[in-house]
């Protein structure tokens, strides 16, 4: 069974540009999730969907982050201006309907904001 | 609030060594689900062991082993006789009825050979 996949691996972007990840979960996983991890920290959830719509939305800086996912299945998350403290792990992971199936993790995302 | 408490920071042993790693949570939910992940060094969070807030039989599954008290809200957990290959970062999570997982700040463990 293939993992939860993500893109790219690494980015490097200087502060105020751009950026976007994508993730493609696990086939049949409903559930689909973004956590941010900073160095030296735990993961922390911007954004969970259940499907294609959104269950939890509370941390996410929604003045520069957004995201969504198509179809119930890959998710993109975007960064739109970037700052200095977005440097951290975007981790992706997924997991079926029900708070005891743990989360699949994808290897993430290392973003680098100079 | 922090939901989920790793005091330990850092743990170093030598190869064969016991380790065990503390948590502390905090939840008003009657039912709810405890995790342990590793991170190594490739980045890449692997599920350990998962409990459920109804069964506080403690279980052992291979050198892995945890200590479930909802008294003290506690779920230790044991890595016996460690290995170089156990060296990682080990994180603590809670999953209440909303399904997402709130970490604690991990506890970075080397085993040296």
């Known amino acids: 069974e293939a993992g939860v996949a993500q893109s790219p691996r690494y980015k490097i972007i200087e502060k105020r540009q751009s950026v976007a990840f994508w993730c493609n979960p696990i086939?049949?996983?409903?559930?689909l999730y973004w956590y941010q991890q900073i160095l030296g920290q735990g993961p922390k959830l911007l954004i969970q969907?259940?499907?294609?719509?959104?269950?939890?939305d509370s941390q996410l800086p929604k003045d520069r982050f957004s995201a969504e996912r198509l179809k119930g299945v890959d998710s993109t998350l975007k960064i739109q201006p970037a700052k200095l403290e977005d440097s951290a792990v975007y981790l992706c992971?997924?997991?079926?309907?029900?708070?005891?199936?743990?989360?699949?993790f994808g290897p993430g995302t290392r973003l680098t904001v100079l | 609030a922090q939901k989920v408490t790793q005091a330990q920071t850092e743990i170093s042993v030598v190869e064969k060594e016991d380790v065990t790693l503390d948590c502390v949570y905090e939840?008003?939910?009657?039912?709810?689900?405890l995790f342990w992940y590793k991170q190594p060094p490739s980045g890449e969070l692997v599920f350990l062991i998962r409990?459920?807030?109804?069964?506080?039989q403690n279980e052992i599954s291979g050198r892995y082993s945890w200590n479930f008290q909802k008294s003290t809200s506690s779920f230790n957990f044991t890595i016996t006789a460690s290995q170089v290959v156990d060296s990682a970062v080990y994180f603590c999570?809670?999953?209440?009825?909303?399904?997402?997982?709130?970490f604690g700040a991990g506890t970075t463990v080397t085993v040296r050979a």
């Open positions: 992971a997924s997991s079926l309907d029900d708070a005891a199936n743990e989360h699949f």
């Open positions: 999570a809670l999953s209440e009825n909303d399904y997402k997982l709130s």
């Open positions: 086939s049949g996983h409903a559930t």
């Open positions: 939840t008003r939910d009657t039912t709810y689900y």
């Open positions: 969907f259940q499907n294609n719509g959104v269950v939890d």
């Open positions: 409990r459920n807030s109804f069964d506080e």
